[in-house]
Structure formats: structure tokens, C-alpha cells
């Protein structure tokens, strides 16, 4: 530590890390191959702005059981969350209620990807609207009528819903998942 004129000892930095020491990544692979897993705070949230629907890795049954619970007992046609897959850190699921018919709405789950080639989201290996490269992106588009896609998004079932916040991989892929969602030109 160094001392200033005020003789109050001045805070130091920490020493920069080695070029060597990897960060986490959502590709970074630890014991048995299974994605580094870095906890997101609800500070941690809000500095990132993620948006309330991205929940982190959660089982399927999970997410129906969180669903079923944000909407109160019965699951609402259109009400929706987003998890991280338990496996692979870099894909997601989309779980929503879905009704069809006179038939009570059930959950509903759908892979969500970004294609390697263009960075484009797509759901089940398909593309639903205007091509989006964020994930925050394709979510607002689905929120009104689009072409194809059976079911306009509705209630947001947020990670509170869940019982506090879930671990989100983190790595500097999230700002660019969570960015203005606009289509490439």
C-alpha cells in the first residue's frame, strides 16, 4: 500500500490476472466435460441488465413446475420462461404454456440455438420472423403475432418465480446474447 498526504493508506489493485488464468466461459468445460457454471447475483442481474424470463440451467420438469407456479396453480396459455440448458451453456429453452383446442394449457419446451455460420437464433432449427442475433431479440419479437410460431408470448414468469436466482453461465457472450436483438443488415 502506498499512503497519501492525508496519511490514510491508499487502496492498491489487485495485480492484472496472467494471460494464462482462463476465465469461465460458457464453452469453458471443468470435471466430466460439464460447463463452468458462474453464479449471477441479483446485482449481478441488474448490472447486466438481464431480463427477468432468463432463468439459469434448470432441469425440464423444473422449469414446468416453476411455470405452473408463476402463474399461480395453472399454467396460462402464452406465459413463459427462458432456462439455460443443464448440458451445454450456450443453448437455451424456451418453456411455454400452450393450449389448444378447449384442452387446459400445458408447458411446452423448445430448443433455442444461435446458428454457428450467421449468429441468427433460431427455435427447433427454424427461423420464426425477422432473423434476430440476440436472444433478447427473438424473445420481443415473439411477444406479438408472428408467422408460423403457434403462441403470442404473454406473462413473463421470472426467476423469482423459482425461488431466488438460479446460476447463469457467464461469460462475455451474455452482452452479445442480450444486445438490441435488431436483424443484421
Do not use: Y
Amino acid at each position: 500500500r502506498s499512503i497519501t498526504g492525508s496519511g490514510r493508506p491508499k487502496p492498491v489493485a489487485p495485480p492484472p490476472l496472467a494471460e494464462s488464468t482462463p476465465k469461465p466461459t460458457p464453452n469453458t468445460k471443468v470435471d466430466g466435460g460439464r460447463p463452468a457454471r458462474v453464479p449471477l447475483s441479483d446485482a449481478d442481474r441488474a448490472a447486466d441488465e438481464l431480463p427477468p424470463w432468463l432463468h439459469g440451467p434448470m432441469e425440464k420438469a423444473a422449469s414446468t413446475d416453476t411455470l405452473t407456479q408463476g402463474c399461480g396453480g395453472t399454467i396460462e396459455h402464452g406465459a413463459f420462461l427462458v432456462r439455460e440448458r443443464i448440458d451445454h451453456a450456450d443453448e437455451f429453452v424456451l418453456c411455454v404454456g400452450f393450449q389448444k383446442g378447449d384442452a387446459p394449457s400445458k408447458a411446452t419446451h423448445h430448443h433455442v440455438t444461435s446458428r454457428a455460420e450467421d449468429g441468427v437464433f433460431v427455435i427447433n432449427k427454424k427461423v420464426f420472423g425477422e432473423p434476430r442475433t440476440t436472444l433478447a431479440g427473438l424473445i420481443e419479437q415473439l411477444m406479438a403475432p408472428v408467422a408460423g410460431w403457434p403462441v403470442v408470448l404473454g406473462r413473463v414468469i421470472p426467476v423469482s418465480s423459482s425461488g431466488g436466482a438460479q446460476p447463469l453461465s457467464r461469460g462475455d457472450s451474455i452482452r452479445s446474447i442480450m444486445g438490441s436483438g435488431r436483424p443484421k443488415p
